[in-house]
């Protein structure tokens, strides 16, 4: 598990400013889904720039282990709430990971917002969460859950904008791992023609009569 350092932006940027940082954000990960980094070193950049581009307090990427248990690949939390090991804890929250990975498409969850028929909150916080799956085509389970925190205050309106928008770097994420399995099948295929290959040459010295 990776820990990602969000970089704190001292004076608010205009618009126009704001604007032009995201699309900076998305060039320079749009450059690392071509990279051949690891997936948990791709991870913890995706985090860095999801939480830059919506000022988020907090984020991690989890991915699935067995018997629906959850684990961050990378985390950052600077909620002063260590928000990110609470939602670990809770049940509810490991709920809605599962629907969220069932359903394949990305959520806002409100403050104290319930799961499950035992009424415990997903979210015991009193930040906003936004969560987004990471699926690739040739693969329909995700291969982990982008989710980030916000104070809250948005409204609906921005609240879906900044869904849209880690939903944008979501599609980036599953580039990457798509164009990874697209190079380990490469590599295994040009392994395949050098052992027929190898076959070829032993076969060619034998006597078939």
Request: aromatic content about 4%; glycine content about 6%.
């Amino acid at each position: 598990m990776v820990m990602v350092r969000a970089i704190p932006t001292a004076v608010s940027p205009s618009p126009d400013e704001a604007l032009q940082e995201i699309d900076d954000l998305l060039e320079e990960l749009t450059r690392l889904t071509r990279s051949a980094a690891s997936p948990r070193a791709f991870h913890a950049e995706l985090l860095d720039r999801a939480i830059r581009a919506l000022a988020a307090v907090a984020g991690a990427f989890w991915v699935s282990e067995t018997n629906d248990r959850w684990q961050t690949d990378a985390r950052a939390d600077q909620s002063g709430t260590t928000l990110i090991e609470r939602l670990r804890a809770t049940p509810a929250h490991a709920e809605l990971l599962n629907a969220v990975q069932r359903g394949g498409e990305p959520r806002i969850v409100l403050p104290g917002t319930a799961a499950g028929g035992d009424g415990l909150s997903a979210n015991p916080s009193e930040f906003l969460l936004l969560l987004c799956p990471v699926v690739v085509e040739s693969d329909p389970t995700p291969i982990g859950i982008l989710e980030v925190a916000q104070r809250g205050g948005a409204s609906p309106a921005s609240q879906q904008g900044y869904l849209r928008l880690l939903a944008a770097l979501c599609d980036l994420a599953a580039d990457f791992h798509q164009q990874r399995l697209l190079r380990i099948w490469q590599d295994r295929a040009g392994r395949l023609a050098i052992l027929d290959q190898f076959g070829d040459r032993v076969h060619a010295s034998l006597d078939l009569t």
